[in-house]
């Protein structure tokens, strides 16, 4: 089992920062690679970012790449996702989810989801 607890959602202006944490806990989250998926209004959950939770390989979708950092803290059992440049159309919920899948974009790979947490740009 891996529990997931995501946090530091909030309300942010037109090309701020905001930074996500999702702690993780089970005995074995050292097998799973942790992503970011997030969840628009009226539409469907979309990948955002992976990591592996051993070494240092990332996949990021295209949207956000060159704007979003995904990175871990073993030693905190913590993944980030640093937002920066952030833009109205990224307003979702932000969930974090595990899979034994490295890479998978889809949402039926990943065995693990936390609550979610939401991220407001206005307009």
């Known amino acids: 089992q891996v529990q997931l607890v995501e946090s530091g959602g909030g309300l942010v202006q037109d090309g701020g920062s905001l930074r996500l944490s999702c702690v993780a806990s089970g005995s074995t989250i050292e097998d799973y690679a942790v992503a970011w998926f997030r969840q628009a209004p009226e539409k469907g959950r979309e990948f955002v970012a992976s990591?592996?939770?051993?070494?240092?390989?990332?996949v990021y979708v295209d949207v956000v790449r060159g704007r979003f950092t995904i990175s871990r803290d073993n030693a905190k059992s913590t993944v980030y996702l640093q937002m920066n440049s952030l833009k109205p159309e990224d307003t979702a919920v932000y969930y974090c989810a595990a899979t034994q899948k490295f890479g998978s974009r889809l949402e039926a790979d990943y065995d693990y989801w936390g609550r979610g947490a939401q991220v407001t740009v206005p307009a």
């Open positions: 990591i592996r939770w051993s070494g240092s390989m990332t």
